[in-house]
């Protein structure tokens, strides 16, 4: 029986052998090079540096100018820091793709999403809290503390799209009236709205 085991072995190595893979430890995309279809191509392993690896621009908070009261700051990689002030909000929204983790970091929120069977799912979070958000489904946080709210939010897609409900009925140039039937509000809410978020028809 050795001998056949032997003899298979000497016939077939490439059967014995370990797979040979082409995948890189790292890619870090080459800016200075030319947007493809795909994205930046990969810096060649001789110019990568630490400073790629680092983002140093959310140590600062946002600016509460608008007037949803809150402000997202986003670095380079799928993670954002998100400020809300006393009564901010991040409005109904989603992301097309990815899962999103939202970690509290100081203040009090109401955060919550919809299924698609329409289940409403909605905590009060804490300092240390950390609440997920599934593809795809909407979702929202409220700053209802008496401070204001730092969150840590991330990704597990550097691309996670972003769409807001709101901006999405309001800001676009459907006219008013489809989006009257299609909402089921009446003319002067559906003008009033689309004034407020620059909306057009």
Known sequence: MLHILLLFSF???????????????????????????????????????????????????????????????WSWSAMARLDLSCGGVIPMHSHSGASEILLISEGSINAGFISSNNIAYTKTLKKGDIMVFPKGLLHFQVNSGPVPALLWSSFNSSNPGLQVLSNALFSNNLPSELIEKVTFLDELEVKRLKALFGGSG
Do not use: H, M, R, W
């Open 11 to 73: 016939l077939c190595p490439p059967l014995l052998q370990q797979p040979k893979t082409s995948a890189k430890d790292l890619c870090v995309a080459d800016f200075k090079a030319t947007q493809g279809p795909a994205g930046y191509q990969c810096k060649v392993p001789e110019e990568v540096v630490v400073d790629d690896f680092v983002y140093s621009g959310l140590n600062v908070a946002g600016n509460f100018s608008d007037i949803v009261k809150s402000a997202p700051k």
